[in-house]
T-cell receptor
Framework: GAVVSQHPSRVICKSGTSVKIECRSL??????MFWYRQFPKKSLMLMAT?????????EQGVEKDKFLINHASLTLSTLTVTSAHPEDSSFYIC????????????FGPGTRLTVT | GNSVTQMEGPVTLSEEAFLTINCTYT??????LFWYVQYPGEGLQLLLK?????DKGSNKGFEATYRKETTSFHLEKGSVQVSDSAVYFC?????????FGAGTTVTVRA
């Protein structure tokens, strides 16, 4: 149980285009989903927290207009990188938390974004 | 605020060697503590966790004990295998968010 999927696993796009990454909880309802960014040989940086049906809460320094997050249902959250630039190239990982009041997060396998 | 400090790698070991990865934390309240493992090209998998002081988490031969007096949660394994090569992250929960350490890359040679 507690499986989280991400799609696509890898994407290459041209500078200036937008890319959407999907995160799905396959066998549970995720009241909260998190989006992280991981730089090479670095730890995970929390970008934003999204609760189903409400606006995402972005961490300091993360541009909300560039990284659009939608959590339209209890099993799906999307991250759209708008007007991507090479510096947005990174490994993006989502996680999902089930019941409110619990700490455990279940992580997706990650999406490798390369902007050329 | 909450923070996690773990030993920097990389760590290179021979098969069957003993592995220790140190992790200390700073937190308000009583956080839960976690170790996650990330295999090459993959996302994070929960390895083990402990939710209160003196709890010992264990899984796949790995162990870590929640030490409140030393604010530590060191990861240990008595005999590593090549398949244990991965990046290991220590993390704590606070305000329903996870704070991660920088990660320690472990390479086990046959």
């Amino acid at each position: 149980g507690a499986v989280v999927s991400q799609h696509p696993s890898r994407v290459i796009c041209k500078s200036g285009t937008s890319v959407k990454i999907e995160c799905r909880s396959l066998d549970f309802q995720a009241t909260t989903m998190f989006w992280y960014r991981q730089f090479p040989k670095k730890s995970l940086m929390l970008m934003a927290t999204s609760n189903e049906g409400s606006k995402a809460t972005y961490e300091q320094g993360v541009e909300k207009d560039k990284f659009l997050i939608n959590h339209a249902s209890l099993t799906l959250s999307t991250l759209t990188v708008t007007s991507a630039h090479p510096e947005d190239s990174s490994f993006y990982i989502c996680s999902a938390r089930g019941r409110r009041g619990t700490y455990e997060q279940y992580f997706g396998p990650g999406t490798r974004l390369t902007v050329t | 605020g909450n923070s996690v400090t773990q030993m920097e790698g990389p760590v290179t070991l021979s098969e069957e060697a003993f592995l220790t990865i140190n992790c200390t934390y700073t937190a308000t309240g009583y956080p839960s503590l976690f170790w996650y493992v990330q295999y090459p090209g993959e996302g994070l998998q929960l390895l083990l966790k402990a939710t209160k002081a003196d709890d010992k988490g264990s899984n796949k031969g790995f162990e870590a004990t929640y030490r409140k007096e030393t604010t530590s949660f060191h990861l240990e394994k008595g005999s590593v295998q090549v398949s244990d090569s991965a990046v290991y992250f220590c993390a704590l929960s606070g305000d329903y968010k996870l704070s991660f350490g920088a990660g320690t890359t472990v390479t086990v040679r046959a």
